[in-house]
């Protein structure tokens, strides 16, 4: 490989991706890192300006010419940091963050478009040399917590629960294609028919790929949220994505004005069940049963929203 290869490449995708004139590949009114910086205040914990600079890579004085354009526009706010009133900390106003949901609806539009141009042969290849690249030329920092965003889902992330969860469970529990069976029926009814203002899916993303997932959908009993697939992939647990899907669910359910949260998983499930007794779940009631394959202990969980801390 040379320079020039390189070189090549980079002009490439750049234009594949727009990046000489992003705002008018999005038909927003950014450019790319302003762009970049609106995300990066929407999805991440980290909102001081030196953590901005230092995450984003940008010079200070850049960065605040950014944050005083963002700030006349009326998109953020800013103030001492809590931490340290040395520091500036820097919020998303309610318009900041309908810009930031413009944005990020637009570029999955964009990229969905881009993806739906690949053959679905060539898909998997793909992601592959993605991950490649992003192995061999990145700085292999370990993950923390803070890396990863809680979305809603795109093209294709539906079917990704289908697949995940087949596979994880066979893989970790033996479980067979009937398992697979139950989680796509869930997720079909869930795409057909759901009401998004009392129904939600989440998904967990750490550097671009989708590592866990958690569903929030009306129970039959009146006033009754539950609690549906929850998965973590392997590599990604020990980064607290468990806990934050869960406190998800039970934020929505009781914004949206469900009474209790219900859910029924099995005994095996062991790393589930102390994620959903840390978050003030009560086992209510247990009955063995033979499904996917394999002998199992069965176990409805129930949560008190108006009861559970706020």
Same mark, same amino acid.
């Given at each position: 490989?040379?320079?020039?290869?390189?070189?090549?490449?980079?002009?490439?995708?750049?234009?594949?991706?727009?990046?000489?004139?992003?705002?008018?590949?999005?038909?927003?009114?950014?450019?790319?890192?302003?762009?970049?910086?609106?995300?990066?205040?929407?999805?991440?914990?980290?909102?001081?300006?030196?953590?901005?600079?230092?995450?984003?890579?940008?010079?200070?004085?850049?960065?605040?010419?950014?944050?005083?354009?963002?700030e006349q526009d009326g998109l953020v706010e800013r103030a001492p940091s809590e931490q340290?009133? /040395?520091?500036?900390?820097?919020?998303?106003? @309610? &318009? %900041?963050?309908?810009?930031? +949901?413009? #944005?990020? =609806?637009?570029?999955?539009?964009?990229?969905?478009?881009?993806?739906?141009?690949?053959?679905?042969?060539?898909?998997?290849?793909?992601?592959?040399?993605?991950?490649?690249?992003?192995?061999?030329?990145?700085?292999?920092?370990?993950?923390?917590?803070?890396?990863?965003?809680?979305?809603?889902?795109?093209?294709?992330?539906?079917?990704?629960?289908?697949?995940?969860?087949?596979?994880?469970?066979?893989?970790?529990?033996?479980?067979?294609?009937?398992?697979?069976?139950?989680?796509?029926?869930?997720?079909?009814?869930?795409?057909?028919?759901?009401?998004?203002?009392?129904?939600?899916?989440?998904?967990?993303?750490?550097?671009?790929?989708?590592?866990?997932?958690?569903?929030?959908?009306?129970?039959?009993?009146?006033?009754?949220?539950?609690? /549906?697939?929850?998965?973590?992939?392997?590599? @990604? &647990? %020990?980064?607290?994505?468990? +806990?934050? #899907?869960? =406190?998800?669910?039970?934020?929505?359910?009781?914004?949206?004005?469900?009474?209790?949260?219900?859910?029924?998983?099995?005994?095996?499930?062991?790393?589930?069940?102390?994620?959903?007794?840390?978050?003030?779940?009560?086992?209510?009631?247990?009955?063995?049963?033979?499904?996917?394959?394999?002998?199992?202990?069965?176990?409805?969980?129930?949560?008190?929203?108006?009861?559970?801390?706020?």
């Amino acid at each position: 490989m040379t320079v020039q290869d390189i070189r090549s490449f980079n002009r490439f995708y750049t234009n594949v991706i727009g990046a000489l004139d992003y705002g008018r590949h999005l038909y927003a009114p950014y450019t790319l890192t302003e762009s970049r910086v609106l995300y990066e205040l929407a999805h991440s914990p980290r909102t001081d300006a030196v953590d901005l600079r230092t995450e984003l890579s940008l010079d200070s004085g850049y960065l605040s010419r950014i944050l005083n354009k963002f700030e006349q526009d009326g998109l953020v706010e800013r103030a001492p940091s809590e931490q340290d009133p /040395r520091r500036r900390r820097i919020t998303l106003t @309610a &318009r %900041g963050r309908d810009a930031a +949901d413009l #944005l990020d =609806e637009r570029a999955r539009e964009t990229v969905g478009a881009l993806l739906a141009s690949v053959a679905p042969d060539d898909r998997q290849r793909l992601a592959e040399a993605m991950r490649t690249v992003r192995t061999i030329l990145g700085d292999d920092r370990v993950p923390r917590h803070e890396d990863v965003v809680l979305r809603e889902p795109g093209p294709g992330d539906l079917g990704w629960i289908v697949q995940r969860n087949a596979a994880r469970y066979a893989a970790e529990f033996g479980w067979n294609t009937d398992y697979e069976g139950l989680v796509a029926r869930i997720v079909a009814d869930f795409a057909e028919d759901h009401d998004p203002h009392l129904e939600r899916v989440w998904i967990a993303e750490l550097d671009g790929r989708p590592v866990g997932c958690v569903m929030c959908v009306r129970d039959d009993a009146p006033g009754t949220a539950r609690l /549906r697939l929850l998965l973590v992939e392997p590599d @990604a &647990r %020990g980064l607290r994505i468990g +806990d934050r #899907l869960v =406190e998800a669910v039970i934020g929505f359910a009781r914004g949206v004005g469900y009474r209790e949260l219900v859910l029924w998983t099995n005994d095996v499930l062991a790393a589930a069940r102390r994620i959903y007794q840390r978050h003030g779940f009560v086992l209510v009631s247990e009955k063995p049963h033979r499904s996917f394959g394999v002998d199992l202990l069965g176990q409805d969980w129930r949560l008190d929203l108006h009861g559970a801390s706020e």
